[in-house]
């Protein structure tokens, strides 16, 4: 077969624009992709940060996406650091704005979401169908931002359209939309079958087994229906999004095409994140100077305040403050953690109940307690570096990276049993420590006790600098890079090429 092509189709990438981990996704795998032969290329929003960053030629113009619509143009340039080309929809009317990807100054959605990301979804599909010079053979989509993409290419299809791949990063996450999108085009909100129509969709697309959720449109629900093969940013989340606790809904749907679904697990930066070359820490080191990496924590506790002690582990933690990461399970046993001997160091922001009482604590213990609300790239690397032990008790988990940077600089992971966790960590439990496999720390229900068990097996072990330290070279042995996950996307890719 001739060299593959593919559109990777998303609404947000780095260093162009980002609110999240789908960012780095569509910036790394990418470039993984190509150093692997792919001919992959980028389509993306032409938000003003991206206009602004790119030296960008007009390859298409006067495309109409929608009736009675305004045309967009397609651009085309190069994505820093010279791998990837990238075509990018140009419409101010909908990109072209202050504000975010997907919401206001003031935090609000933007009430022409539907119409943005439709946008996007059309623009991807007559990719898919064709239309223009570069045909793929495989249009990627990401997240519901791009869910309708496959219901166009379903409905207007070409005599050699590409396939498509639906990809799931967090399937919280929808795209439901109402009779309010009438009112986006200009006219009043009648029905459902009519907003379909403005979309240029069917009538027949609007159904339980098509685009309809709950008497509304679900792009995510358009995408997992019509596309040709389905993958989550894990195995176990493939898994975890079958079943009603973690499925949103969409578990039935995801059931019945689960011979179309598999899970891929996310790489990470790993340039970026490496404890040989970070300019963010204090001493560099690797798995050949682990040592070294005792400097780093003095540092972080001499910048946080903390009392330096050798025999306290440091626990570090980067998060939203949200339930999600299974801050309700940490907040009530934070007493006990310190009580137990060890120090704790936070950055991240969100719940403001949660901000309040996370500072509370470390206002009471500011010696053994960091707070840090907000983010800073720098701290977080110099925590990952400089903490002992790094805690993730989320109660969800699609993939998740900082247990996997945490790993890689020699920082054992706490972990719940779920998603990309449990694909990552291998518990430290008496066989597993015989067998010399162990990474970290595992517990397996949304219980503040087990968490804090955690805790407490971990702080005994810390004291043992033999095991500790055999801990540390088994996370940093392990290979998250993007190479073995671009090679399983190349192997999908090609079946779904052929098929």
Not at 98 to 104: A, I, K, T
Not at 352 to 362: F, G, I, P, V
Not at 462 to 486: H, K, P, V, Y
Request: aromatic content about 10%; some cysteine.
């Amino acid at each position: 077969m001739s060299t593959l092509r593919v559109l990777f189709a998303t609404s947000e990438v780095y260093p162009l624009s980002k609110t999240g981990g789908l960012a780095d996704v569509s910036y790394s795998l990418p470039r993984a992709l190509a150093a692997q032969g792919v001919d992959v290329r980028l389509l993306i929003p032409g938000y003003p940060a991206v206009l602004d960053q790119l030296l960008l030629i007009e390859v298409y113009e006067n495309i109409l996406v929608f009736p009675n619509s305004t045309p967009v143009r397609i651009l085309a340039g190069i994505m820093p650091g010279g791998v990837n080309p990238v075509y990018v929809i140009d419409c101010p009317s909908l990109y072209v704005r202050d504000g975010g990807p997907y919401l206001d100054e003031q935090g609000n959605e933007w009430p022409d979401n539907a119409l943005r990301f439709a946008a996007l979804s059309k623009v991807a599909a007559l990719f898919g169908n064709h239309v223009f010079l570069f045909k793929p053979h495989v249009v990627h989509c990401n997240d519901w931002q791009t869910g309708l993409a496959p219901a166009y290419m379903n409905y207007h299809p070409s005599l050699s359209r590409a396939k498509s791949l639906m990809s799931v990063h967090n399937i919280a996450y929808q795209g439901v939309f109402g009779l309010e999108v009438a009112e986006l085009f200009g006219l009043p909100p009648t029905n459902m079958q009519r907003v379909v129509q403005l979309l240029g969709l069917p009538l027949e697309s609007f159904g339980v087994e098509g685009l309809e959720y709950h008497s509304k449109l679900s792009f995510l629900k358009a995408g997992l229906h019509y596309a040709d093969w389905l993958t989550t940013v894990s195995p176990t989340y493939a898994k975890d999004v079958q079943t009603a606790a973690f499925g949103y809904g969409l578990q039935g749907l995801l059931t019945a095409r689960q011979s179309s679904l598999s899970g891929i697990l996310n790489g990470i930066d790993t340039e970026a994140w490496d404890p040989k070359t970070d300019s963010h820490l204090a001493k560099n080191y690797s798995i050949e100077h682990l040592p070294a990496k005792g400097e780093n924590t003095k540092a972080l506790r001499a910048k946080l305040g903390l009392e330096q002690s050798s025999r306290k582990p440091l626990l570090g933690m980067i998060t939203r403050l949200t339930y999600q990461k299974g801050l309700d399970l940490l907040v009530p046993v934070i007493p006990d953690i310190i009580q137990a001997g060890a120090q704790l160091v936070l950055l991240g922001s969100g719940d403001k109940e949660l901000e309040s009482r996370l500072l509370q604590y470390a206002k009471l213990s500011p010696s053994q307690i960091s707070v840090n609300l907000g983010y800073n790239e720098a701290l977080a690397h110099q925590i990952e570096a400089g903490a002992d032990i790094f805690l993730m008790p989320s109660l969800f988990e699609p993939c998740g990276l900082n247990q996997m940077y945490s790993m890689r600089y020699g920082t054992i992971p706490i972990v719940r049993r779920t998603g990309g966790l449990a694909d990552t960590v291998i518990d430290a439990h008496p066989a597993n420590l015989e067998k010399g496999i162990a990474t970290g720390f595992v517990f397996e229900e949304e219980d503040a006790h087990q968490l804090l068990e955690c805790v407490y097996q971990a702080v005994t072990l810390f004291r043992n600098r033999e095991i500790w330290r055999t801990l540390q070279i088994n996370g940093m042995s392990r290979d998250f890079s993007w190479q073995s996950s671009a090679k399983e996307y190349c192997a999908l890719y090609r079946r779904l090429s052929q098929s």
